[in-house]
């Protein structure tokens, strides 16, 4: 199977820079997907890096290398209401294997 | 459109029980996937589909079936409910990008308690 490896917990304050590590096996990757997940409701995607490199989204920015099989989830100027689960998962053929996700508990 | 949507919310079954949570999309998705989701264990792949008619087992399959007999549909049926089988149950759809699976739209999710 694939291991996807991010931190189970990061705390961070408002207006603060955080960035989530996730680490993946190199074999068998077809892109790199971060999902935001609030508690208590479903997964909503964030952003998907197949190239090396930063993709910039607003707020949210996501870096791939794979050659390291190695990405983060940057999320500048954090909000109150970024406080959620961010999920990690690397793309396969016709699927997707997610990591455990990592809880952002943003603090005033 | 409604999006990715699920029945039922929420569900007690008592251990032995048998049911099924649907699930339906309106934007016309190949791809369909059944998750469930449990502390500390991210999100598992039950089973899934890339087409209608068609089913593939994904990462922890055992005490679960599934049919697509409708594009826009994938059931997922508990034969015989088991107190482990208690979860959160995502269903999502997605399309194609070249060939390889794209951006995950999510149900609600289904609470399911099997005592």
């Known amino acids: 199977g694939q291991n996807i490896d991010q931190p189970t917990e990061m705390t961070a304050t408002e207006g603060a820079i955080v960035q989530i590590n996730c680490t993946y096996q190199?074999?068998?990757?077809?892109?790199l997907f971060w999902y935001q997940q609030h508690a208590g409701e479903a997964p909503t995607f964030l952003s998907y890096n197949v190239l090396d490199g930063l993709e910039e989204k607003g707020r949210f920015s996501s870096f791939l290398s794979r050659s390291k099989g190695y990405s983060y989830l940057l999320l500048k100027e954090l909000q109150m209401k970024d406080s959620a689960s961010y999920l990690c998962?690397?793309?396969?053929?016709?699927?997707?294997?997610f990591g455990t996700g990592t809880k952002l508990q943003v603090i005033p | 459109n409604a999006g990715v949507t699920q029945t039922p919310k929420f569900r007690v079954l008592k251990t032995g029980q048998s049911m099924t949570l649907l699930c339906a999309q309106d934007m016309n998705h190949e791809y369909m996937y059944w998750y469930r989701q449990d502390p500390g264990m991210g999100l598992r792949l039950i089973h899934y589909?890339?087409?209608?008619?068609?089913?593939a087992k994904g990462e922890v399959p055992d005490g679960y079936n599934v049919s697509r007999l409708k594009k826009q549909n994938f059931l997922l049926g508990l034969e015989s409910a088991a107190p482990s089988q208690t979860s959160v149950y995502f269903c999502?759809?997605?399309?194609?990008?070249?060939?390889?699976?794209?951006?995950?739209?999510f149900g609600p999710g289904t609470r399911l308690t099997v005592t």
């Open positions: 998962a690397q793309g396969g053929y016709q699927k997707v294997t």
């Open positions: 999502a759809s997605s399309y194609p990008w070249t060939g390889m699976i794209g951006e995950q739209y």
């Open positions: 589909s890339v087409g209608e008619g068609t089913t």
């Open positions: 190199t074999s068998g990757f077809n892109g």
